[in-house]
């Protein structure tokens, strides 16, 4: 995706430039995006007694409405700017489309992951007078917005000299190189679930958050030329593009980058330094 400078107060939709002072479209309200999404919980009721069973709560999906005021502008007529949006702003039958959004100069451009859902448009006399309002609703199943700026981290080995500290558990013995620590900040509120991308050579792969405490196993021997793909997000797995789901072994955990500062890492026997190494590639979240 092409990198935006956006204007203030201003989203972009497959590059398509909406809303700022000086657009064509302007942007009356946003709703659904400075606020905290539904709330899908796992309450149930106490049967013949009052109150509820308290269980766990979760975030639902985020739907964010945008009312837009389509004016004539840049040579052209009102019709003819809100035939520009109408073409740019449709639904999709499958997956999401980064809507990207500069809200204000204390923020960095950021990005929520949507479709669009609805466009309701008024005909009225302000609409046959050039003055063309529309409300877009875009429904985001992941509720969370990131910053737009994709940040990547390098995982990488060193030759093991004598014994080291931290140790990363479960030790490893024979054919392996030392862990080193990378940093991952999150300079967001709410956890974000990073991609990792590794390559071999190496055998039965650990890639853990020290900071949480949490790891994955990957079991097997995994030459130079094999390239594994965590997705943490999704908890899928893929070896050279195949689904590998099957490679992650009893007693793993799914982690993630929570907000502040971890320190990743990468473990494995039969490494070769300087060729095995993993990138682990996030944004900072929000909600």
């Not at 985001?140 to 990131?146: E, R, S």
Request: proline share 5%; hydrophobic share 35%.
């Amino acid at each position: 995706m092409t990198v935006l400078s956006l204007a203030y107060y201003s989203f972009a939709w497959n590059n398509y430039i909406f809303g700022g002072s000086s657009s064509v479209h302007q942007v009356l309200s946003v709703e659904g995006l400075e606020a905290l999404p539904a709330i899908r919980n796992q309450d149930d009721n106490r049967g013949y007694q009052d109150g509820m069973f308290s269980g766990n709560d979760f975030f639902a999906g985020r739907t964010v409405t945008i009312t837009i005021l389509t004016l004539g502008g840049n040579g052209y007529s009102a019709q003819y700017n809100y035939n520009l949006l109408q073409a740019q702003l449709l639904p999709q039958t499958t997956g999401t489309t980064p809507l990207q959004f500069q809200m204000s100069n204390v923020s960095a451009l950021q990005r929520i992951n949507a479709r669009v859902r609805t466009n309701v448009t008024s005909v009225d006399p302000d609409y046959t007078y050039g003055y063309i309002k529309s409300q877009y609703s875009f429904f985001c199943p992941d509720p969370k917005y990131y910053d737009d700026a994709e940040q990547l981290s390098t995982l990488s080995l060193s030759n093991p000299l004598g014994r080291t500290y931290n140790r990363v558990y479960p030790l490893l013995y024979g054919g392996g190189s030392a862990a080193t620590y990378t940093l991952v900040t999150n300079n967001g509120w709410t956890a974000t679930y990073p991609t990792i991308t590794l390559n071999g050579p190496i055998t039965n792969p650990i890639l853990g958050n020290f900071t949480q405490g949490l790891y994955t196993t990957l079991t097997g021997s995994y030459t130079a030329s094999d390239i594994i793909v965590l997705d943490l997000e999704n908890r899928i797995v893929t070896l050279n593009g195949s689904s590998a789901r099957n490679l992650v072994a009893g007693g793993s955990n799914w982690f993630s980058a929570p907000p502040g500062n971890s320190q990743f890492y990468l473990s494995g026997a039969g490494t070769l330094v300087g060729t095995t190494q993993a990138t682990v590639s996030y944004r900072s979240a929000y909600i």
